[in-house]
C-alpha cells in the first residue's frame, strides 16, 4: 500500500498567520491518465471529514481562497495564508491514485 | 442538496455481523461510485471498500476481504455494507462517501459499529 507521511503531526498557529501541512507518498501519485489524485481534507472537531482541495490543487466550491494545494510526484503541500479560528480541526491528505486509497496521519491544526 | 444519510449501526459480539446502510439524495447515484472509509475512535481515515455505479466491480481493503460484502439498489439510491465474522479492530464510526478512490467529494455523518463482548 502507498504510505502517506504528514508532517507536522500537531500545529499551533497564532491567528491571522499561516500554517503549512507537507504530505509525501512512497510512490508517485501520477495515474495513467496523467492526472494526480491527491486530495486534502478538514475535520473539525465531531464532525465528519471535509474535502477542501482535489488534484493537488482545486479547491472545491464554497473553500476559502485562503486554502491552496500544491506539490507534484510525491512531495504535496496544504497552505493556509491567514488562519481562522474556523480552521480549528485535524487535515488528512489522500491519495486516490493508487488501490487501496490511503490516507496521511492527520494533522491537528490549532490555535496557540 | 446533496446528501448521505448511515444507519444501522450498533453493538456487536465478536463474530457476529451488521449492515450498513447509506441513503442518497439530492443527486443521481446510479452516476457515481461509491463507498465506504472507517474511523476507529481518536484514529485516522481507512478505505474499507469501493463499488461501480453498476455494482459490476468492487475493491475492497485487505483487512476485510471475505467478511465485508459492498452493494447498491441504484432504484432504492441506498448503498450497503454487509459486515459479517466482525472483530474488535472493526470498532470505528463507518461513513458513506460519494464517488470512488479517485473523486471522492461527500461523506455522511457516519455510523458508530462497536464489537466487543
Known amino acids: 500500500d502507498v504510505v502517506m507521511t504528514q508532517s507536522p503531526l500537531s500545529l499551533p498557529v497564532t491567528l491571522g498567520q499561516p500554517a503549512s501541512i507537507s504530505c509525501r507518498s512512497s510512490?508517485?501519485?501520477?495515474?495513467?491518465?496523467?492526472?494526480?489524485?491527491l486530495n486534502w481534507f478538514q475535520q473539525r472537531p465531531g464532525q465528519s471529514p471535509r474535502r477542501l482541495i482535489y488534484?493537488?490543487?482545486n479547491r472545491d466550491s464554497g473553500v476559502p481562497d485562503r486554502f491552496s494545494g500544491s506539490g507534484s510526484g510525491t512531495d504535496f503541500t496544504l497552505k493556509i495564508s491567514r488562519v481562522e479560528a474556523e480552521d480549528v480541526g485535524v487535515y488528512y491528505c489522500?491519495?486516490?491514485?493508487?488501490?487501496?486509497?490511503?490516507f496521511g496521519q492527520g494533522t491537528k491544526v490549532e490555535i496557540k | 442538496e446533496v446528501q448521505l444519510v448511515e444507519s444501522g449501526g450498533g453493538l456487536v459480539q465478536p463474530g457476529g455481523s451488521l449492515r450498513l446502510s447509506c441513503a442518497a439524495s439530492g443527486f443521481t447515484f446510479s452516476n457515481y461510485w461509491m463507498g465506504w472509509v472507517r474511523q476507529a475512535p481518536g484514529k485516522g481515515l481507512e478505505w474499507v471498500a469501493n463499488i461501480k455505479q453498476d455494482g459490476s466491480d468492487k475493491y475492497y481493503v485487505d483487512s476485510v476481504k471475505g467478511r465485508f460484502t459492498i452493494s447498491r439498489d441504484n432504484a432504492k439510491n441506498s448503498l450497503y455494507l454487509q459486515m459479517n465474522s466482525l472483530r474488535a479492530e472493526d470498532t470505528a464510526v463507518y461513513y458513506c462517501t460519494r464517488g470512488g478512490t479517485h473523486v471522492v467529494d461527500i461523506w455522511g455523518q457516519g455510523t458508530m459499529v462497536t464489537v466487543s463482548s
Open positions: 489522500m491519495q486516490g491514485t493508487h488501490w487501496p486509497a490511503t
Open positions: 510512490q508517485s501519485l501520477v495515474y495513467s491518465d496523467g492526472n494526480t489524485y
Open positions: 488534484k493537488v490543487s
